[in-house]
């Protein structure tokens, strides 16, 4: 498994931007299809943004699509979040998490290193 950690999480308001960081280490990171999570209280987790292990595809929820971009860098082995026009909604603490297989899942269980998780709440 991969040991991750989220950055980059704050306080702001409706319309700002916010980059999210995920630090990886202890395995073989371009091997990893990786994800974005996101869970606010009282909901479930919820699929936000993933990553193919080249990079070179990408996948979104309805909800963040033309908002919300993932990229990688696996010479850093990171990859990013970068959100854009952050809504009330958006509001939760996100989650990288990363799994072996290829192929997208929009499901938590389908992933099997997950980072603590960094909250993003954003203000009206």
């Known amino acids: 498994q991969l040991q991750l950690v989220e950055s980059g999480g704050g306080l702001v308001q409706a319309g700002d931007s916010l980059t999210l960081s995920c630090a990886a280490s202890g395995r073989t990171f371009s091997g990893y299809h990786m994800g974005w999570f996101r869970q606010a209280p009282g909901k479930e987790r919820e699929f936000v943004a993933s990553?193919?292990?080249?990079?070179?595809?990408?996948y979104y929820a309805d909800s963040v699509k033309g908002r919300f971009t993932i990229s990688r860098d696996n010479a850093r082995n990171t990859v990013n979040l970068r959100m854009n026009n952050l809504k009330r909604e958006d509001t939760a603490v996100y989650y990288c998490?990363?799994?072996?297989?290829?192929?997208?899942?929009?499901?938590?269980?389908?992933?099997?290193?997950w980072g603590q998780g960094t909250q993003v709440t954003v203000s009206s």
């Open positions: 990553i193919s292990q080249s990079g070179g595809i990408t």
């Open positions: 998490a990363g799994k072996t297989r290829y192929g997208n899942s929009r499901y938590p269980a389908d992933f099997d290193s």
